[in-house]
């Protein structure tokens, strides 16, 4: 695997069908499978590991979040990445970017509505990363279903010839969904937080059932919630990432909540296929996932 830290060096490095796996580093079993949707679909695969600061809207958060990169390299390599792009951030923004990617409609809600600036920034890196590395496929996870709604629809709007591949969420043996920041749950906190996945799955079982009233599937995921403080709980189109009132079409059963200090967030996919649904509950980890490891240690 080659560790690179410029665009031209990324697209020195790769040949045949390109696939990238943008993430933000401190990588677990989540970002992994993104990684080995790519390896099954692709010639090369790029990581991108850069910690964006123009997405984080509360400075406390950018400032703790994770980072190591020997880690990180060595579990990219482990799981076959070709060439990890881990740019500093004068390649990222070599200047005060006057430019940016506001994608209007899919950001008004839910994250959008609670965290100010987080999607232009996400677009705007992720605009960036596509157009700067050219990959024919980039891989996102669905547990930020927000996020991939609106970088599926930025890149059709600018004509960006990327297909963007969404990757069901992993999740540790209890249905936690992995995510870097769960190595701040403190041991209640991480009990507490249960209740988010608990409620989706309660949710998913009575959308399954036939339940299609968005309050109704709602109100499921808020009665287990318990010793958390909920930004919301919102049934929304898988593509246009807005609130519906029924499941009459493909989408997303989402959860944002606060776990003390942590922010989380969930989901669960619902498709409709007629007068079915069918639920992506995500898959589970068979032993606790490598960020335990990473936390233990
Ligand atoms: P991040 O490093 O948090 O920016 O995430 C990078 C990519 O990994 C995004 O596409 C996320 O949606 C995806 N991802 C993060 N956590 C998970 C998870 N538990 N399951 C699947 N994909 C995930």
Known sequence: ?????????????TAGRLGLVPTMGFLHEGHLALVDAARRDCDTVVMSLFVNPLQFDETRDLSRYPRDLDR???????????VLFAPELDEM???????????????????????????????TV????????????????RKDAQQLATVTRMAADLSIPIEVVPVSIVREQDGLALSSRNVFLSLD????????????MAAADAA?????????????????????LIDYVALAGALSARRVDNLEEDAVLAVAARVGETRLIDNVFLTVRGDTIVADRGTRLDEPSILYAAHRD
């Open 72 to 82: 990180d390299a060595e579990l990219a390599e482990g799981r076959g990445v070709d």
């Open 126 to 141: 992720v605009a960036k990363l596509f157009v700067g590395i050219r990959a024919d496929r980039a891989y996102f996870g």
């Open 93 to 123: 923004y070599p200047q005060e970017p006057l430019t940016r990617v506001t994608v209007s409609g899919t950001t008004d809600e839910m994250e959008g509505a609670h965290r100010p600036g987080h999607f232009d920034g996400v677009a």
């Open 189 to 200: 906190e991480r009990r507490r937080a249960l209740g988010i996945s608990t409620g989706l």
């Open 208 to 228: 399954e059932g036939g339940e299609r009233d968005g309050l109704q599937l709602e109100s499921i995921v808020r009665a287990r919630l318990d010793g958390v």
């Open 1 to 13: 695997m080659k560790i690179v830290q410029r665009f031209a060096e990324v697209r020195a490095s």
